[in-house]
């Protein structure tokens, strides 16, 4: 029934303007409902970033997909600043990144080879430290066992990097050197530093660690002694089958069995007892770890990558200003070539570990890797370190087993692991290398 006062025609023309006002209202409130859930879906994920970037893209005079383009490039311009800032600022080591453009500038203006080594070997102490951090991070995303080979190679960058240069250019000695001072700063300094500062800081107690893992790396250590003193005893003994053949013959054999030990030692570690690289309490139980407490990545897998490529790219190039001021700063320095190579490189190289001094890291899968990257390259890399060099690895590795066999650590293990290694350092001060004298 029509009401009082109205005419039927404009009664239809009111409920038409209702019905278009209602209508127009509904899409207003449809279309600012999937404005909202694009956004909020842009902020959680990047898929849903790119599909508002395509709908904004579609617009017909372009205004839309400027804006788009501008507001994508701003988002990749934040993600790279926020990574540089990670990686280059975070870190209050990285203050010695200066030291490698003065050392490229020392070297041009006056060739002074004591300051360009050191110059070249500050600034690549944060590059080491950095290397290894965008490794950790790159692990974050491969799981245990890809992670753990991560780190196993790249950990050892600078050091393979500055051996493989060496090499290059002839200088066996330093290569052969600097690798058995890695292994020794690493079972003395490192090792020494993370028992001392531990035993102070919890001097009430010894800290305890997997007995069963210290047994099986000392073997491992053991095994690379085999292999470095036979080579240096044939030739001392002048019972070589073939003088000068034969020696190289057995150090190429052997490292390939290292290598092959190493491989297997990966995947003892990583697959089948990885149990026994988790922490454990007083009483010898393994230690669950808290979710709360975990780390989580600061960058992207694909940053870590071009980091790794950007840090080896500059190791690579200081390493030769180095390398090739060794001789020059021996001689400007009053050092012997042998003491720069078994205790100041070794530093260089290790630079993070010997910062946190937390962990025990092998070293001995660099030496058989390095005399068959010299066998490829046609140099004369063998395992015959001198019995000076090897008598004094084959001691350092009885008195780290010595120390581990209970499983325990104190301040004062710790104290003769460091005393310890300055009577090295002391020893290869005084050391004159019949070698390279000759």
Avoid at 135 to 151: I, K, M, S
Avoid at 320 to 325: P, R, S, W
Avoid at 342 to 360: D, K, T
Wanted: charged share 15%; aromatic share 10%.
């Amino acid at each position: 029934m029509p009401s009082a006062g109205l005419p039927v025609d404009q009664m239809a023309q009111h409920s038409d303007k209702f019905q278009s006002v209602g209508h127009s209202s509904m899409e207003m409130s449809s279309l600012d409902d999937k404005d909202l859930e694009f956004e909020d879906e842009s902020l959680i994920s990047p898929v849903g970033a790119s599909r508002k970037t395509c709908a904004l893209e579609t617009g017909p005079d372009g205004s839309l997909a400027d804006i788009s383009k501008t507001w994508t490039v701003k988002q990749v311009g934040n993600r790279l600043l926020n990574s540089i800032h990670i990686v280059i600022f975070q870190s209050k080591l990285n203050i010695l990144l200066l030291s490698g453009p003065v050392a490229i500038l020392v070297h041009g203006l006056t060739q002074n080879s004591g300051w360009v080594f050191f110059f070249s070997l500050l600034g690549i102490i944060p590059l080491a430290e950095r290397l290894g951090y965008a490794t950790e991070q790159l692990a974050f995303f491969t799981g245990p066992t890809v992670g753990g080979l991560l780190n196993a190679t790249f950990g050892n960058a600078t050091e393979m990097i500055i051996s493989i240069y060496a090499l290059e250019h002839g200088m066996v000695r330093v290569v052969q050197q600097s690798l058995l001072g890695s292994i020794l700063s690493n079972m003395l300094l490192v090792l020494g530093c993370a028992f001392f500062c531990g035993g102070i800081c919890h001097y009430k107690k010894d800290q305890v660690f997997n007995k069963a893992t210290a047994l099986v790396n000392s073997g491992l250590l053991l095994m690379a002694v085999m292999g470095l003193l036979f080579p240096a005893v044939l030739h001392s003994t002048h019972t070589e089958l073939q003088y000068g053949k034969s020696e190289m013959a057995l150090s190429r054999f052997s490292s390939c069995i290292m290598l092959v030990a190493y491989a297997c030692y990966l995947i003892f570690q990583l697959k089948n007892h990885n149990n026994l690289y988790s922490p454990i309490d007083e009483e010898g139980g393994q230690v669950e770890e808290e979710s709360e407490e975990e780390d989580v990545p600061e960058i992207t897998p694909s940053e870590a990558l071009i980091w790794l490529g950007i840090l080896t790219l500059w190791v690579s190039f200081l390493s030769g200003y180095l390398v090739d001021a060794i001789e020059g700063a021996s001689e400007s320095l009053g050092m012997p070539i042998s003491f720069i190579s078994v205790i100041l490189l070794p530093i260089v190289g290790n630079a993070a570990e010997h910062a946190s001094a937390i962990m025990f890291a092998m070293k001995d899968k660099l030496i058989p890797f390095c005399v068959v990257i010299g066998w490829c390259m046609g140099q004369p890399m063998d395992l015959n370190f001198q019995l000076f060099e090897t008598a004094t690895l084959f001691m350092t590795v009885l008195v780290v087993a010595f120390m581990l066999q209970e499983g325990t650590s104190n301040y004062f293990k710790g104290l003769m692991l460091l005393l310890c290694y300055f009577i090295v350092s002391a020893s290869f001060f005084f050391h004159v290398d019949p070698a390279i004298g000759t």
